[in-house]
C-alpha cells in the first residue's frame, strides 16, 4: 500500500536539498573557489527543480485538486506562501551567485544567512501543504482528474526527467523509493533515470559527497 504521494516524496528532496546546502555553508572553506563553484552547480539544479515545482502546482495540481473539491481558498493560500518562497528563492539566487564569484568570508556567511530563511520559509509551506493536501492525494490518486495531472507532469521530456528522478533519488528513504518504484513503472525509470540522470550523478551528487 502506498503510504505517501510523490508529492510528498519530491517535498522529502527539497528539504535534504535545504538540509545539505546550510551544512555545507555553515563550514565553507573562506577562499575556497573550487568549493563555490560545486555548491554553485547543485544550487543550479535546486533552484531548477523547486522552482519548476511550485510553478507546476499553480498550472497543473491546483486545478486539478479544485476539481476534486479542495477550495479556491485554500489554494490562493497555497499561492500565497509560494510567493514568498519565491523571494526567499531570489535572495538565495543572488546570495549564491556572488558566492561563486568571491568565494569570500562575508558572501558565505550572506549566502548561508539566505539559505536559512529560504529553508525556513520553504518547511514552513511543505508542512502546512502536506497537512493539508497529502490526504488529498492519497484518497484521490485514482481519480480522471488526479490520473490526468500525473500524465500532464509526465510530459515534462527524458532529460528533465532523468535528471529530476535522479535527484528525487539521491538519499530518498526507503519509503521515498517505494512509492516512486509504485508510481513509475521499471523501465521508465531504468532508461530516463539511467541515462539522462547522467549528468545529475555525474556533477551535482558528488557536491554533497566532497
Known sequence: MVEMSMNKVIHAAVRRDLDRFVAALSVFPP??????????TAWANFDDQLTYHHQGEH?????????????????MTMDAEHEAMATALGAGRTAM???????APDDARTALAAMQTLREVTVSHLDHEEAELEGVYLEKRHTPEIQ??????AKAGARRGGRFFAWLLDGASPAEKETVNSEVP????????????????KNVAPVWKA
Request: hydrophobic residues 45%; without cysteine; charged residues 25%.
Open 31 to 40: 577562499g575556497d573557489t573550487t568549493r563555490a563553484r560545486q555548491l554553485g
Open 59 to 75: 498550472e497543473t495540481a491546483w486545478p486539478a485538486l479544485e476539481a476534486v473539491g479542495v477550495s479556491r481558498e485554500l489554494l
Open 97 to 103: 551567485a556572488r558566492l561563486q564569484e568571491t568565494a
Open 148 to 153: 490526468a495531472m500525473g500524465k500532464q507532469f
Open 186 to 201: 521499471a523501465p521508465v525509470r531504468a532508461i530516463i533515470g539511467g541515462i539522462f540522470g547522467r549528468g545529475y550523478r
